[in-house]
């Protein structure tokens, strides 16, 4: 039996959480580079917590600049065991109105310039992401964000858009009518599949600001009210993840759906065949497979 250590990536504003303690920010170095920033390490209520602003403190990455390897290597490092995303995003439901929460479980991933995974020439491996997200932990999120009062909706569609521009209303109405999507953001992509690789259990939940371009009151709404809905998200995220550590327990038995196994048939390099250097870098990610 391990024991749980929960990893938070999302706005700089969620880690402030009321009884956190034994606090301290500690730079962690990686072979994918520099994370978004330093991650902020404590306790809640027995359970270990990392947290790790994704655009940095003072929002200085761009969707397609965050360090995505990086920022899963460190929480690996650290000993992280389960990752949650918290991160804004555009509805394209009118029943996930602004202020709702929705745990995601599907992605189209419409990223083109980010490095997408650990593995490569010289050590090569697929992992499955046929079910992207943890059910597990999912299950967890629902229930502590439903219990802080919350509107959740249980499984939804996230479009991961490039940008940093927002959708034109063609592929706006492409994404809801032709794809069935559900919500639409630029960070879980390469997110999810990098922790997949790295055998971490993955849930993401998405934050509705607002309606995206192809309602027909988008225009009308100010960026007043999108503030607004943004600082009040925030404070949901905040009570959402204070409830975490009583349902998810500190100690944590193996994923019952494989996460923390996925690369158990995943790499196909003979071990003779295998580039030496980029092992050393998957010492964190793959060191389980790679006997390291």
């Known amino acids: 039996m391990a024991d749980?250590?929960?990893?938070?990536i999302g706005?700089?504003?969620?880690?402030e959480i009321d009884g956190l303690q034994d606090t301290r920010w500690q730079e962690v170095k990686t072979p994918w580079g520099t994370p978004s920033?330093?991650?902020?390490t404590g306790r809640l209520d027995d359970i270990s917590m990392a947290f790790l602003p994704r655009?940095?403190?003072?929002h200085v990455h761009a969707p397609a600049d965050v360090p995505y390897r990086a920022n899963i290597d460190a929480l690996k490092r650290l000993g992280v065991t389960d990752v949650i995303s918290v991160s804004a995003v555009g509805s394209f439901r009118e029943t996930m109105a602004p202020?709702?929460?929705v745990v995601v479980d599907q992605f189209i991933d419409r990223t083109i310039a980010r490095d997408k995974s650990f593995f490569g020439s010289g050590c090569v491996a697929h992992v499955s992401l046929a079910h992207p997200t943890c059910a597990r932990l999912s299950d967890?999120?629902?229930?502590?964000a439903r219990d802080a009062g919350v509107t959740v909706h249980r499984g939804g569609t996230y479009l991961a858009m490039e940008g940093p521009q927002f959708s034109t209303l063609a592929e706006s109405r492409l994404y809801r009518e032709v794809w069935g999507c559900d919500v639409i953001g630029m960070t879980n992509m390469p997110e999810a599949k990098l922790a997949r690789e790295?055998?971490?259990?993955y849930a993401s939940v998405a934050m509705v600001t607002d309606y995206d371009c192809w309602h027909p009151d988008h225009d009308a709404v100010e960026v007043s009210q999108i503030i607004a809905t943004l600082t009040g998200n925030a404070d949901k995220a905040r009570a959402m993840v204070a409830r975490l550590p009583a349902i998810l327990g500190p100690d944590r038995a193996p994923c019952p759906h494989g996460c923390d196994r996925a690369l158990d048939t995943a790499l196909l390099t003979a071990p003779a065949r295998r580039d030496p250097a980029l092992v050393a870098k998957l010492d964190a990610v793959?060191?389980?497979?790679l006997g390291q």
């Not at 749980?4 to 938070?8: E, P, S, Y």
């Not at 920033?37 to 902020?40: G, P, T």
């Open 4 to 8: 749980t250590v929960l990893g938070i």
């Open 11 to 15: 706005g700089s504003g969620v880690y």
């Open 37 to 40: 920033d330093a991650i902020l």
């Open 55 to 58: 655009h940095g403190r003072g």
């Open 99 to 101: 202020g709702d929460f």
């Open 140 to 144: 967890a999120c629902e229930m502590a």
């Open 198 to 201: 790295a055998e971490l259990c």
């Open 286 to 289: 793959a060191g389980r497979v």
